[in-house]
């Protein structure tokens, strides 16, 4: 199945009736066929997909302040204020009120890094293992990177909080210990690509990387991974977890 082809097509009729009925039917499969195969190459279900990217255009509007909290979500064909709050809670962390007054505080911090060197880590809940992932970020030869996040997620969509994470400033390799056991999808992107507050938000064009397969943790495994950075592709998701806030909410108090 060419996952391109059928991602890009999503992408160009995401605002109009979307079904897995039609678009099977666009691509002459079955609509059982379709669905297998897009979760298995993708990690994630076209329903994900598609209400990752209806959020991702809500992220856009409520940063570039184009609109209402409500006028946005009848836009993106949500029947009541409510469920959009509720969706965009789970997939970024805070409500959409809160989504600029918040990413506005934690750019002015996250600014005063770049001209360090350290790695900032994140571990959604702490437990002790023998598991290690060590990551390496590859970018190309010319190109220098502000801000790389890595992080291990349940789905193949960075949605709600990574089970483990990094924030690698001026460094692109970091090792992770006492990785929870279980599988997990590696994902990676950079923020802060021009220093601008709207494009640390709306990751449209950042340098991104993820690991096809996913990796499996259990008892004391140890798992070596190189991520090639790239510009993104039709297929990859949006990224919509709200990163610079995590980062900021994951700093010491005596940081912020």
């Known amino acids: ?13 995401l605002h109009e009736d979307l079904s897995l009925k039609a678009i099977a039917r666009q691509f002459h499969y ?17 329903k994900q997909y598609i209400e990752s990217l209806k959020l991702a255009d809500g992220i856009k509007s409520i940063v570039q302040s184009e609109d209402t909290v409500t006028n946005t979500s009848l836009k993106l064909g949500y029947s009541s204020l409510g469920s959009f709050s509720n969706a965009f809670k789970q997939l970024t962390g805070i409500t959409p009120k809160q989504y ?16 360090k060197r ?3 880590p994140y571990h959604h809940y702490r437990v002790t293992t023998g598991n290690s992932l060590t990551v390496k970020v590859v970018y190309p030869e010319d190109y220098r990177p502000m801000i790389t996040c890595v992080g291990l997620f349940r789905t ?5 909080y990574p089970i483990v994470g990094v924030a690698l400033v ?19 992107c950079e923020i802060m690509q021009d220093m601008t507050f709207i494009k640390s938000y709306v990751l ?11 990796l499996y943790f259990e008892g004391e495994t140890h798992h070596q991974a190189e991520l090639m950075m790239r510009p993104p592709i039709a ?4 990224i919509i977890i709200n990163l610079p806030f995590l980062i900021f909410n994951n700093l010491p108090q005596k940081r912020r």
């Open 170 to 188: 001026h460094q692109q390799q970091y090792t992770f210990e006492n990785v929870p056991n279980g599988e997990y999808y590696l994902l990676a």
């Open 204 to 214: 449209d064009y950042n340098f991104r990387s993820r690991l096809e397969a996913p």
């Open 118 to 120: 350290e790695a900032i």
């Open 235 to 238: 297929s990859d998701p949006p």
């Open 156 to 160: 193949g969509i960075p949605k709600e």
């Open 30 to 46: 079955s609509e059982s066929y379709l669905s297998r195969e897009f979760k298995k190459q993708m990690g994630y279900s076209i």
């Open 1 to 13: 199945m060419d996952i391109e082809r059928v991602a890009e097509y999503i992408r160009e009729h």
């Open 100 to 115: 600029h007054r918040k990413s506005t505080l934690a750019f002015k911090i996250i600014r005063n890094f770049i001209g």
